[in-house]
């Protein structure tokens, strides 16, 4: 166990809908990154922040936005959903945002879009 | 896109055998990451070798890093059934922050 939580684990929604997954970093971890595991793609940077604040920037289309909140859970916020868009969603966490922090990883949220 | 290649995309063993997977990447990195992946599930970090150092020792692991070369190597000693996941490098680029670019990954198959 990481230490890292994410919810749902699963989900099923319907094409143009909106869904929002969740993750609680580790304890004391100050910085989030989301992932992207999909089978055309393989593993894609989203996102990072840092003690609430965007720190980092991938490939997360438009539709997608995210925030960290004061007690530094996040959420990953995926709109206008698309076939395309069915992946697994990692959320991961680090102590600090600079190169050398051990990022450790969640089990993921699995997105089917029908 | 994709920062890393490994080799073989699929590698199928006896379980007591050593395992090696490689990775080439493509620009200068500051660390380099291996991470194993069971079937569907999370990422496991398993070992990380900044860019100043040639080899690293965990348990049955053993990873070397050539940054002339840009290349690193995964080896798994005496392998078990266990051992059965994908194992995926991940770099840190320089100036990169802290965010990883991940490899395609390495099946690995431990029979028994």
């Known amino acids: 166990d990481s230490g890292v939580t994410q919810t749902p684990k699963h989900l099923i929604t319907a094409t143009g809908q909106r869904v929002t997954l969740r993750c609680s970093p580790r304890?004391?971890?100050?910085?989030v990154y989301w992932y992207q595991q999909s089978l055309d793609q393989g593993l894609q940077f989203l996102i990072q922040?840092?003690?609430?604040?965007?720190?980092a920037k991938g490939n997360i289309l438009e539709r997608f936005s995210a925030q960290q909140f004061p007690d530094l859970h996040s959420e990953l916020n995926l709109s206008s959903l698309e076939l395309g868009d069915s992946a697994l969603y990692f959320c991961?966490?680090?102590?600090?945002?600079?190169?050398?922090?051990?990022?450790?990883f969640g089990e993921g949220s699995w997105l089917t879009v029908v | 896109s994709q920062q890393g290649e490994e080799d073989p995309q699929a590698l199928s063993i006896q379980e007591g055998e050593n395992a090696t997977m490689n990775c080439s990447y493509k620009?200068?990195?500051?660390?380099l990451q291996w991470y194993r992946q069971n079937s569907g599930r999370g990422l496991v970090h398993l070992i990380l070798?900044?860019?100043?150092?040639r080899e690293k020792h965990s348990g049955r692991l053993r990873v070397t890093l050539d940054t002339s070369k840009k290349s690193s190597s995964l080896l798994i000693t005496a392998s078990r059934a266990a051992d059965t996941a994908s194992y995926f490098c991940a770099t840190v680029l320089t100036g990169g922050g802290n965010k990883l670019t991940f490899g395609t990954g390495t099946q690995l198959k431990v029979e028994l």
């Open positions: 070798i900044r860019s100043n150092e």
């Open positions: 922040y840092y003690n609430g604040e965007e720190r």
């Open positions: 304890s004391g971890d100050l910085s």
């Open positions: 991961a966490s680090s102590v600090g945002a600079h190169s050398g922090n051990t990022i450790y």
């Open positions: 620009t200068s990195i500051n660390n």
